[in-house]
């Protein structure tokens, strides 16, 4: 079992910056990739970024690419995603997610979930 824990969330205006946590306890996680997905008022989850735990590789929605980006720090057992210049579109709550997913993109691929952390960014 992985639990994975978000934080970092809030309510901020629009053009400032954030930083979300998934802080990732319980099972080895050296093959996992690490998952960011939101889900806006009345919107289907989409896909933010995600990365490998064993590289340095990431995945960033075309969307969001320039503002947001997603790193770890594998001694904390933790995800982050950096969200620069942020706009009341990026409003929603964004999840935390763990698995092996052979597309990063398919939420469905990824077996853990985090309760996920309002985002709230006013106009």
């Known amino acids: 079992q992985v639990q994975l824990v978000e934080s970092g969330g809030g309510l901020v205006q629009a053009g400032d910056s954030l930083r979300l946590s998934c802080a990732a306890s319980?099972?080895?996680?050296?093959?996992?990739?690490m998952g960011w997905f939101r889900q806006a008022p009345g919107k289907e989850r989409e896909f933010v970024a995600a990365i490998t735990w064993s590289d340095t590789s990431t995945y960033i929605a075309d969307s969001m690419k320039g503002r947001f980006t997603i790193f770890r720090d594998n001694t904390k057992n933790t995800v982050y995603l950096q969200m620069n210049s942020l706009k009341p579109e990026d409003t929603a709550v964004y999840y935390c997610?763990?698995?092996?997913?052979?597309?990063?993109?398919?939420?469905?691929?990824?077996?853990?979930w985090g309760q996920g952390t309002q985002v709230t960014v006013s106009s």
């Open positions: 997610a763990a698995g092996t997913p052979k597309n990063v993109l398919v939420q469905t691929a990824y077996t853990y």
């Open positions: 319980g099972r080895t996680l050296r093959s996992s990739i």
